[in-house]
């Protein structure tokens, strides 16, 4: 009896074909890892806050409430910290209102007029940026202003927020205005 000894030193196209089967799915993680790493990016959700209110007068009867915001308050709700650069685009009705943002904290202020765009630094994961209005309510003071805005649509003043890893839910809205008593 004689005994066959093979040493051939190529593979078998069976061993190929087992190697190309388990290649795939690591293939397949590579290439998906990076996705999964572009949602560990922070979550920025804006609420307004501090509403204002202003009662117009003429001697013991009130006329007139008017009402808005004084600050807006970014909080990072993601897993990591917000990019810098992230934005905030502060938008309302100027002749309802007059905002003064300062630029503190890493915020830079770009814009007036009822549209605002305020740059952000980066806001570590669970924190939150309070940022002052600056909102004064003097403007409202004419009584023509008064009468045609009271009639007419609700107004509001919304801060959309630009950069971050969740982008559907970066809208804040809060009614300004005049209620006529």
Same mark, same amino acid.
Do not use: H, K, R, W
């Given at each position: 009896?004689?005994?066959?000894?093979n040493t051939s030193k190529g593979f078998s196209r069976r061993t190929v074909v087992k190697g190309a089967a388990w290649s795939v799915p690591v293939i =397949? #993680?590579?290439?998906?890892?990076?996705? %999964?790493?572009?949602?560990?990016?922070?979550? !920025? $959700?804006?609420?307004?806050?501090?509403?204002?209110?202003?009662?117009?007068?003429?001697g013991p009867i009130t006329l007139a409430t008017v009402n808005a915001v004084n600050t807006l308050t970014i909080t990072n709700a993601g897993p990591a910290a917000s990019p810098v650069g992230a934005t905030a685009n502060v938008?309302?009705?100027?002749?309802?209102?007059?905002?003064?943002? =300062? #630029?503190?904290?890493?915020?830079?202020? %770009?814009?007036?007029?009822?549209?605002?765009? !305020? $740059?952000?630094p980066s806001i570590a994961a669970g924190d939150s940026l309070v940022i002052n209005l600056g909102t004064t309510l003097d403007t409202l003071l004419d009584l023509g202003l008064l009468t045609s805005l009271a009639g007419g649509p609700a107004q509001t003043i919304s801060a959309t927020l630009g950069g971050d890893g969740v982008p559907g839910n970066n809208t804040a809205v809060a009614p300004i205005g005049i209620t006529l008593l």
């Open positions: 009896m004689t005994e066959e000894i =397949a #993680a590579a290439v998906a890892t990076p996705l %999964a790493a572009a949602s560990l990016a922070g979550d !920025l $959700t804006a609420a307004f806050s501090g509403p204002l209110a202003l009662n117009l007068s003429l938008q309302y009705l100027p002749s309802l209102l007059t905002l003064n943002i =300062a #630029a503190v904290g890493g915020v830079t202020v %770009a814009g007036s007029d009822g549209n605002f765009t !305020l $740059t952000l």
